[in-house]
């Protein structure tokens, strides 16, 4: 499953409510979301993509949407829109190793967006935090089924 954003404030009468949604490519006319444990279709998608307004076949009134407020939406990862290649969700590379040939220098926490890049947050083994930039100069390779992330270190400052 993968989190499209967390349920709002409602908007208007009809169940509508905002979505704070970190990843709003996600969200899509007709596509289903879990919220609460119950799945809905998305009947309705409006606001922008940093505001974005979802009504749900599950939730018809303003009551409805204010109960479901702070209740994360979710969606089956097949049913997101496909990656082009070396595309990767950030499900995919939480929880990876991060490391320099044999050496490891730590375990990817979070992705951070930045102006001009995404960053991998870095716990370091021994104690600490690295951002690395997502570009090709900083990450050889990935490998998300082995959930190993090749960097170079002398491109990081870290040789």
């Known amino acids: 499953m993968l989190s499209a954003g967390v349920v709002g404030r409602p908007h208007g009468l009809d169940g509508s409510f905002y979505v704070n949604a970190p990843r709003p490519e996600l969200l899509a006319t007709g596509v289903i979301v879990t919220v609460a444990g119950e799945p809905g279709r998305i009947e309705r998608l409006a606001g922008t993509a940093a505001h974005p307004i979802v009504r749900l076949s599950t939730c018809a009134a303003r009551d409805a949407a204010a109960a479901l407020r702070g209740s994360e939406l979710l969606i089956e990862a097949a049913d997101a829109p496909p990656l082009g290649p070396d595309e990767y969700r950030a499900e995919q590379l939480v929880g990876a190793s991060v490391r320099?040939?044999?050496?490891?220098?730590?375990?990817?926490?979070?992705l951070i967006a930045l102006p001009s890049c995404e960053c991998l947050a870095v716990v370091r083994s021994g104690g600490g935090e690295l951002l690395v930039p997502m570009v090709r100069d900083a990450i050889r390779a990935i490998d998300a089924e082995r959930r190993v992330i090749e960097v170079d270190r002398a491109?990081?400052?870290?040789?």
């Open 100 to 110: 320099d040939g044999e050496l490891e220098l730590g375990i990817v926490r979070e």
């Open 155 to 159: 491109f990081l400052g870290e040789a």
